[in-house]
């Protein structure tokens, strides 16, 4: 797993704790974002705890908006902002 990712899932697993969210279990590049476990609130603190520990808001600096559907993609978007 990248660096990047467990990263990701980290902040994740706080957002559900401080949003009193659920994740769902084994998430992996396939699982759903809307399925996950986290609602778009908890999406919004996702991004913005994202911004803080990696110093990158990549959907404030999108000239298309691009809404990642998996795990996977959302990770894509990150790697690709912060390269």
């Known amino acids: 797993m990248s660096e990047l990712k467990q990263t990701i899932l980290t902040s994740m697993e ?6 009193d969210c659920t994740l769902v279990e084994n998430i992996s590049d396939d699982t759903v974002l809307l399925q ?3 609602d778009s609130l908890g ?3 996702l ?4 911004e803080e520990e990696l110093g990158v808001d990549p959907f404030s600096e999108m000239e298309l908006a691009v809404y990642p559907r998996t795990l996977g993609e959302f990770v894509n ?5 912060l390269s």
Not at 14 to 19: E, M, R, S
Not at 47 to 50: E, F
Not at 77 to 81: D, E, F, L, M
Request: no cysteine.
């Open 14 to 19: 706080h957002v559900a704790l401080i949003a």
């Open 36 to 38: 996950s476990g986290l």
């Open 77 to 81: 978007v990150y790697s690709n902002a």
């Open 47 to 50: 991004v913005a705890q994202l």
């Open 43 to 45: 999406f919004a603190m």
